[in-house]
């Protein structure tokens, strides 16, 4: 089973209403990031989340890591057509107490997000 | 520009013949890594390095081989391709390997093995 794991696995929103993305961890998370990807070009890194309780806002994306952290949302806010594409939380392997490898970054399967117009 | 650049976007062989796909990266990243990604099963990780001549494995690294002779470059090559390496590839990398510095990624190869 993945380590990381996203839903919904696929979204379809009218344009203009908000929504919400969830990416749940089974283990702490000690670093949380979100990319997002239109269909076959790469990866475009959005926020990335460190502390529980930390949320961070960029236009109408806010993302939380929860106090726990073992859940990330990612929220939109008045969705537009613009916003339409996969989602991906991703997160560093936790590996020891206190330590992490970066080298081990996973990530979650995606979430499919379409806006219609 | 600032990027990770992949070449070649698509790509259609045959079972058995070694192909190599390149990445370069031109903002002196110390980090570099090759993810694969197929439906349902997400991004995964097939190689990393965390600086020159340093490589690793990921996740999913059987089939494959990279090298890291300079900071800039860091190719994937499949020495015998097989139909279940068939694909899309990223390349990514960042300033370094700790979790302040986000990973950049290049547009990816879509790799077909027939």
């Known amino acids: 089973s993945q380590e990381l794991e996203q839903s919904p696995q696929s979204l379809i929103v009218q344009e203009g209403k908000n929504l919400t993305i969830n990416c749940t961890s089974s283990?702490?998370?000690?670093?949380l990031y979100w990319y997002k990807q239109k269909y076959g070009e790469g990866l475009i890194f959005l926020m990335m989340l460190q502390k529980g309780g930390e949320e961070k806002s960029h236009e109408k994306i806010t993302a939380k890591l929860d106090e726990k952290k073992q859940q990330s949302s990612l929220h939109i806010t008045a969705s537009q057509p613009s916003h339409a594409g996969i989602y991906l939380c991703g997160a560093d392997r936790f590996i020891s107490a206190g330590g992490t490898s970066y080298g081990k970054l996973t990530f979650g399967q995606g979430t499919i997000l379409t806006v219609h117009p | 520009e600032a990027q990770v650049t992949q070449n070649p976007r698509y790509l259609i062989t045959v079972t058995g013949k070694k192909l190599t796909v390149t990445c370069s990266q031109n903002m002196n990243h110390e980090y570099m890594s090759w993810y694969r990604q197929d439906p349902g099963l997400g991004l995964r990780q097939i190689y990393y390095s965390m600086n020159v001549e340093v490589t690793d494995k990921g996740d999913v690294p059987e089939g494959y081989k990279v090298s890291r002779k300079e900071k800039r470059n860091f190719p994937l090559i499949l020495e015998s391709p097989s139909p279940n390496q068939t694909s899309l590839y990223f390349c990514?990398?960042?300033?370094?390997?700790?979790?302040?510095?986000?990973?950049?990624f290049g547009n990816g190869t879509r790799l077909t093995v027939t």
């Open positions: 283990k702490t998370l000690y670093g």
């Open positions: 990514a990398s960042s300033r370094k390997p700790d979790r302040d510095s986000p990973l950049h």
